[in-house]
């Protein structure tokens, strides 16, 4: 039995056409307890830009209309940037957010989606690439001071342009437990995001290393998200995550209430 899902997105983002009612009966029929709507915040004008002064009153509307079938958690994904840092930092204390995922979406303004071309062809090779996304990232960490878990910590593998995108810890391990161990000093946790298996990784994002190290370097805080844009995808691939955080020695799975970590046991 899986117990939350800590990263959904609805038709409030533009990449979903998906009812949040929809999206909560899938979770109540999986007998999910609770579930963090994670809208999207991207501050580059050409992102999704979630209106929480309309979202809000909507959420309090479903969250007592599904009173005591699951646990409805006011979430929101913002893409952090070091160079957006006093916006980023604005918005997320305008809100009365439980949950608070940041995650790289652009990197130096290059979006990895949409301008991945772009971007990958700005370096010689994969290595100077992926280290310079794990460069802004750490500045992300330090300079983004408000949120709650860094989403989909080795994103970078999703889009890159090369014949293998791939990404072993192993390579990058120097500036990966620098990332790391920042969030544990900082109190900021990471997530196993099972979407990497829906993009044919075989994996989820981060890959196992990632999660056996922040745990080896003490870190404690850690959620479990499908980043669904859509109900079928809700809880997807959750025995592969559940298994890979008992392998690293998890015993337990966070929750966020007003934006303090909770831990609950893993099934
Ligand atoms: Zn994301
Ligand atoms: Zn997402």
């Known amino acids: ?102 995650s790289s979406h652009c990197v130096k303004k290059y979006d990895l989606y949409f301008d991945r071309e772009k971007f990958f062809s700005l370096f010689g090779s994969k290595k100077e690439a992926y280290t310079t996304y794990f460069t802004e990232l750490i500045k992300n960490i330090k300079e983004c001071k408000t949120f709650n878990i860094y989403g989909h910590i080795d994103f970078i593998n999703r889009y890159g342009t090369y014949e293998d995108n791939s990404l072993s810890y192993s390579d990058y391990s120097d500036l990966a437990d620098t990332a790391l161990k920042l969030l544990i000093e900082k109190g900021k946790g990471i997530e196993i995001n099972t979407s990497g298996f829906r993009y044919g990784l075989g994996q989820p994002h981060p890959s196992f290393d990632f999660v056996k190290r922040y745990k080896e370097l003490g870190g404690e805080i850690i959620t479990v998200g499908s980043d669904a844009h859509r109900p079928e995808d809700i809880a997807a691939n959750f025995t592969a995550a559940y298994d890979m955080l008992k392998a690293a020695g998890f015993k337990y799975l966070t929750l966020f209430r007003y934006q303090k970590p909770t831990f609950t046991k893993l099934p």
């Not at 699951?70 to 840092?85: C, R, T, W």
């Open 1 to 102: 039995m899986f117990i939350a899902d800590y990263h959904l997105h609805t038709n409030a983002s533009s990449d979903s056409k998906a009812s949040a009612e929809s999206m909560i009966d899938k979770a109540i029929s999986l007998g999910l307890s609770e579930m963090a709507l994670t809208d999207h915040v991207d501050f580059d004008d050409r992102y999704t830009y979630t209106n929480y002064n309309e979202y809000i009153p909507n959420f309090i509307k479903l969250q007592e209309k599904y009173e005591g079938k699951i646990k409805l958690v006011l979430g929101v994904e913002i893409g952090l940037e070091n160079m957006l840092k006093d916006r980023v930092n604005e918005f997320a204390v305008s809100f009365p957010f439980d949950f608070i995922i940041g």
